[in-house]
């Protein structure tokens, strides 16, 4: 390896050398500028070629919160050690998932009580589903309806999923009815740029949806302005079908997509999850899990939602 060639450790696409003593995270990321806007390679380096981890690996990526600097070729650590890959995203530990039951799958009948029975049985978001038979063939709820349960909910958060067609005119809607994140499909919106500010600007957070068959490359122009990213897993309009294992690898791409973003952005996967097959989901790289008749099918809300979660761990 050259002594001033950085090129190379871009090439090899690793950490070369962590050791034994903690760094912080924001001193790595300092250094991670350093080995990019400078030569800093040093004679020697060549010897480096194994990565030891504190923390976890996960879906073949690095998480970890404190690294050091490690000086394999005299044996010590050292602050002025200062190679580290370029090319590696680093992401948050993703032991915070979230169960977010789907009220599609709900008793309409006896919503609100539907509602709170999943909140105290343990799930963080309530998911929302919104269907036009235009977009999707199926026809669900409207705003009227989210206003409806918002006195249910308490601080959970609201996840509206916009399955409709033209999109923008519904947000602000969703918005004072009391959404806290809205997403939706680009193919829903004839600029997308433009309808993610629109979601920030009433006042919740956004989220870009994208169907089995619909590539990420949106992302490449949008990543930096969203709080969510949902991956279906089905193709979208009725509840209850069978999970799509062709959509792992793209679940994979998503996580390695915004680990490289450094932003927290939420990836949240929907369609046929349920306890045996989350642990799958989660370590493709999901942090969110909606899951419908999964959870309102069951004859025990909480019973569902732990056993969903002992799959986690």
């Known amino acids: 390896m050259l002594a001033d060639d950085t090129r190379t450790a871009h090439l090899f696409n690793v950490v070369v050398a962590i050791g ?20 800093v390679i040093r004679e020697g380096i060549e010897s480096a070629q194994r990565v030891a981890l504190i923390g976890q690996v996960k879906w073949g990526r690095v998480n970890f919160d404190a690294v050091a600097i490690h000086d394999i070729s ?24 979230k169960i ?20 105290d049985a343990g799930a963080d978001l309530i998911h929302f589903d919104v269907m036009d038979n235009h977009y999707v063939p199926n026809l669900t709820i409207g705003p009227m309806v ?7 909910v308490g601080n959970t958060p609201i996840d509206v999923h ?8 519904i947000i602000p809607e969703f918005a004072k009815a009391g959404a806290n994140i809205i997403s939706f499909h680009p193919e829903a919106s004839e600029h997308v740029d433009r309808t993610i500010s629109l979601i920030h600007e009433c006042g919740c957070k956004a989220g870009l949806v994208f169907n089995p068959a619909t590539p990420l490359d949106y992302l490449d122009y949008t990543l930096d302005k969203l709080d969510l ?25 998503g996580r390695e997509r915004i680990a490289a ?9 929907d369609g046929g999850v349920k306890a045996d097959n989350i642990a799958k989901v989660a370590a493709a790289g999901a942090d969110t899990f909606v899951a419908g008749s ?16 002992a799959q986690l761990r």
Not at 21 to 38: G, K, T, Y
Not at 162 to 169: E, R
């Open 100 to 119: 977010a039951p789907s009220i599609l799958s709900a008793d309409f009948a006896r919503l609100g009580e539907e509602v709170r029975a999943v909140i």
């Open 20 to 39: 034994n003593d903690p760094m912080p995270r924001d001193e790595l990321h300092r250094r991670l500028a350093i080995i990019r806007n400078s030569n």
């Open 261 to 269: 973003s450094g932003r927290e952005i939420l990836l949240e996967v």
């Open 229 to 253: 990213v949902l991956i279906m897993s089905v193709n979208p309009g009725f509840g209850g079908q069978k999970f799509i294992d062709g959509v792992l690898p793209k679940i994979t791409e």
């Open 74 to 97: 005299s044996g010590r650590s050292s602050p002025s050690t200062t190679l580290i890959t370029t090319g590696l995203p680093l992401s948050r530990n993703h032991t915070n998932y």
């Open 294 to 309: 999964a959870i309102y099918g069951a004859k025990d809300y909480a019973a569902a939602i732990q056993q969903m979660r």
């Open 162 to 169: 916009l399955m409709v067609k033209p999109v923008d005119a």
């Open 146 to 152: 989210c206003s409806a349960i918002k006195p249910h």
